[in-house]
């Protein structure tokens, strides 16, 4: 029986997860295979980290459950730039140097902080 090519499945665009998002990911796989009875040093295996960090994972699990291992929101200083003024920011700059008047196309901190002034003011 032939099977149907796979260019009929219209493809999705997913954005690859940030380094916090698969660190949360992993915590909380590693809280399914706590749940499973798995012990400390199969769950390290598994999820690909270190088993001290899995001991920290169980405690702190134990004592405030999956939702203590999620992410919290950044601390800090509020971000300067909102959603919008970050992509318009991103955009310009993958136009590249050149195309804001700089010799070279070579972004340096002073050149994108220079063209991140212009695009937001």
Same mark, same amino acid.
């Given at each position: 029986? @032939?099977?149907? @090519?796979?260019?009929?499945? @219209?493809?999705?665009?997913? @954005? /690859?997860?940030?380094? /916090? =998002?698969?660190?949360? +990911? *992993?915590?909380?796989?590693?809280? #399914? ?7 400390? +040093? #199969? ?11 899995? $001991? %920290?994972?169980?405690?702190?699990? #134990? ?6 291992? *999620?992410? *919290?929101?950044a601390r800090g200083r509020p971000p300067r730039l909102?959603?919008? =003024?970050?992509?318009?920011? %991103?955009?310009?700059?993958? *136009?590249?140097?050149? +195309? ?6 070579? $972004?340096?901190?002073? %050149?994108?902080?220079?063209? +991140?002034? %212009?695009?937001?003011?």
């Open positions: 029986m @032939p099977s149907e @090519p796979l260019s009929c499945v @219209p493809e999705v665009s997913v @954005p /690859p997860l940030t380094r /916090p =998002q698969l660190t949360e +990911a *992993r915590r909380m796989r590693a809280v #399914e295979l706590f749940e499973q009875g798995r012990s400390q +040093a #199969e769950v390290a295996r598994m999820v690909g980290s270190h088993p001290e960090s899995v $001991w %920290r994972w169980k405690r702190v699990w #134990e004592q405030g459950g999956a939702q203590a291992l *999620r992410r *919290r929101p909102d959603d919008l =003024q970050v992509g318009q920011v %991103r955009a310009a700059l993958e *136009r590249g140097a050149q +195309a804001h008047g700089f010799e070279a196309d070579l $972004w340096t901190l002073e %050149r994108a902080g220079v063209v +991140a002034e %212009r695009v937001t003011g």
